[in-house]
């Protein structure tokens, strides 16, 4: 229904009638715009939807790495630590040895502290 529709019975003058028809056009584009934008909002909602399942999705997956990548460095420095020289503990007889790092020997041995008895060691390095 236009607005010249519901004054079909009033007498309106020329000027009048352009001015509500210029209304009513302005009305339909206006409605056909809210209509069009309605659209388009909902299609971004349901993007908006999809995008932050896909960040939690990411983000979780960004943790698991993270954690994969915290135990593979602590796999990596214990086997660094760990001597595979076949060093053993004078005091228990234990091969776990871990190097410490914060205290270095004034000559060519290294400072092995042994995981299992917690007694630290000095054994020389060999020099091939």
């Given amino acids: 229904m236009s607005i010249l529709d519901l004054f079909k019975e009033v007498p309106l003058s020329e000027p009048l009638k352009e001015r509500l028809i210029r ?8 409605s056909k715009a ?3 934008l309605a659209s388009k ?9 999809d995008l932050e399942r896909e960040n939690k999705s990411l983000e979780r997956k960004l ?4 954690e994969q990548r915290q135990m593979l460095e602590k796999y990596v420095r214990d086997a660094q630590n760990r001597t595979s020289l076949g060093y053993v503990c004078p005091h228990c007889g234990s091969q776990n040895l871990a190097r410490v790092k ?8 290294i400072l092995f502290k042994c ?7 000095f054994f ?5």
Avoid: F, G, M, Y
Avoid at 102 to 109: E, G, L
Avoid at 124 to 128: E, F, G, K, P, R
């Fill in 23 to 30: 209304i009513d056009s302005q009305i339909i584009a206006l």
């Fill in 34 to 36: 809210a209509t069009e």
């Fill in 41 to 49: 909002n909902s299609v971004l909602t349901r993007e908006i939807k």
């Fill in 63 to 66: 943790e698991q790495s993270e």
């Fill in 102 to 109: 914060d205290k270095p020997a004034q000559d060519d041995r």
């Fill in 115 to 121: 995981l299992k008895c917690r007694q630290e060691s």
């Fill in 124 to 128: 020389a390095q060999d020099i091939h």
